[in-house]
C-alpha cells in the first residue's frame, strides 16, 4: 500500500518546515537575520496509463492517463532577502545599512565572510571589528585619541581629536554586492559565503552601482514576521497531522485485510 510511504514523506516535509520555522522565530532579536522558507516539490509519478497512450480497444488517444504520485520531497530552503526595520541603537561605530550590499570580513583563515551585522567593535590595537573579533574590510584603524568617531552615509570614517576642529579622515568603509544574494551560504554567527550560486563578489563604496548607504547609530532589526511565521506553524502542524491520519486509516485497512477468512 502506497498511501503508507506517500504519507510518510508528507509528514517528514512538514517537520522540516517546523524546523525551518522554529529557526526563523528563534532569531526574531538577531540583528540583519532575514528568515527562511522551505519550498518543496513532488515526488516521481508512477504512469500506469501515459497520457497520450492508445487504446488498445477501440484504437482512439487516451486524453489524460492514470498518473500516481508518490510524495513529496524537500527542493530547497530559500531566504527572504527583506531589509529588516532599523532601530536606534546609539552605538558610535553601530552602522546599519540601507538597501543592497554587504560588509566584508576576514576570518581567521583568510577567507572573506559578508554579514549584514553592523554592531562594530575596535580592538585594542584601533582595529574596527565585528563583534566576533574578525576584521571589517578595508582594514580601518582608529587612533587611541581620538575622542569621537563619525561615519558618513559614504562610509567614510572620520575621528575627531581634542583641541583640533576638522575631522581626519581614517578611511572609507566599502560593501559588496552579489548577483544572487539567495545563493550565499549561512555558515552562522550572522555570516554568509560566496558560492558558484551567488556569483562573485563585487566591492564598491556605499551609495554607488546600486548599493545601500550607512547610518551611523543604528542597526538593522530581524526581518522576521512573528505573526505570519505562527500562522504558518499551524499550517505545518495541522499538515503534520493529516498526513498522520493517512497512516492511520492505511494500518486499518490493512488489518481489514489480514482478518479477511
Not at 525551518?20 to 532579536?29: D, F, P, R, T
Not at 532575514?34 to 477501440?58: E, K, M, T
Not at 530552503?77 to 550590499?101: C, F, K, P, T, Y
Not at 563619525?150 to 559588496?176: C, H, P
Request: negative net charge.
Amino acid at each position: 500500500m502506497r498511501a503508507l510511504d506517500i504519507a510518510a514523506t508528507g509528514m517528514s516535509a512538514q517537520q522540516m518546515r517546523v524546523e525551518v520555522i522554529s529557526n526563523n522565530l528563534a532569531n526574531m532579536s538577531t540583528t540583519g537575520y532575514s528568515p527562511r522558507r522551505a519550498d518543496f516539490a513532488d515526488l516521481h509519478y508512477q504512469q500506469v496509463v501515459r497520457a497520450g497512450a492508445i487504446n488498445a480497444s477501440d484504437g482512439t488517444v487516451v486524453p489524460t492517463g492514470v498518473q500516481l504520485g508518490l510524495g513529496v520531497r524537500p527542493a530547497a530552503v530559500s531566504v527572504n532577502m527583506a531589509q529588516g526595520s532599523l532601530s536606534q541603537s546609539g552605538g558610535m561605530l553601530d552602522v546599519a545599512i540601507e538597501g543592497r550590499g554587504w560588509l566584508e570580513v576576514t576570518l581567521p583563515s583568510g577567507t572573506a565572510a559578508y554579514t549584514r551585522d553592523g554592531a562594530l567593535q575596535r580592538t585594542g590595537d584601533g582595529l574596527m571589528v565585528t563583534a566576533d573579533g574578525f576584521e571589517v574590510a578595508p582594514g580601518i584603524t582608529i587612533p587611541e585619541d581620538a575622542r569621537q568617531i563619525s561615519i558618513n552615509g559614504d562610509g567614510e570614517v572620520y575621528a575627531y581629536f581634542v583641541n583640533r576642529v576638522e575631522g581626519e579622515l581614517l578611511g572609507q568603509i566599502t560593501l559588496v554586492g552579489f548577483a544572487n544574494d539567495h545563493g550565499l551560504e549561512a555558515m552562522g554567527s550572522n555570516l554568509f559565503l560566496e558560492t558558484a550560486a551567488s556569483g562573485g563578489p563585487v566591492q564598491g563604496n556605499p551609495g554607488e552601482n546600486g548599493l545601500g548607504t550607512l547610518r551611523q547609530g543604528y542597526l538593522e532589526e530581524s526581518s522576521v514576521d512573528a505573526v505570519r511565521e505562527i500562522t504558518e506553524l499551524i499550517e505545518a502542524q495541522r499538515g503534520y497531522e493529516l498526513n498522520a491520519k493517512v497512516i492511520s486509516a492505511a494500518d486499518q485497512m490493512l488489518g481489514a485485510t489480514t482478518q479477511v477468512r
